[in-house]
């Protein structure tokens, strides 16, 4: 489960960020009361992932030299901070669906850049069909 979220735990907390810009301009109807509180979780579980994450690297660069993936030490060093983590990955994985939610109200919403049609202007006329004026 490490592994597989550690493909996005470095732009996890942009994700998150970007869920919350979003979460704001949403109209009031759109927005789920759930979405406020999971991503409350989801950066709390992130703060905990990074702090497992700096005491593993402490603990593998504190390895005897010989410690390499695979052996016991280290293989037994890297399944306690996988244990550690368990309940952070499983709060990812259960409430990390709200990113995606919110994205896609966030598509859906009308843009506050866009509160009226598009007017249509007449292109100019070209230059073979105008008339000259005389004085």
Known sequence: MWKAFN???HSAKALVAT??????????????????????VLES?????????DEWLVTRDSLHPSARPGTELYDN??????????????????????LLEIHRAAEKAPSPLATTPPVRVPAP?????TTTVRR
Do not use: F, M, Y
Request: net charge positive; proline share 3%; glycine share 4%.
């Open 7 to 9: 493909r996005i735990r």
């Open 19 to 40: 869920a919350e810009a979003q979460l704001q301009r949403l109209p009031a109807q759109a927005v789920q009361s759930r979405w406020v509180w999971q991503l409350g």
């Open 45 to 53: 579980a992130l703060d905990r992932l990074n702090v497992l994450q």
């Open 77 to 98: 060093a890297r399944a306690r901070r996988n244990a550690e983590a368990w309940p952070e990955l499983n709060e990812w994985a259960s409430a990390g669906e709200a």
């Open 125 to 129: 006329a070209s230059a073979s069909h």
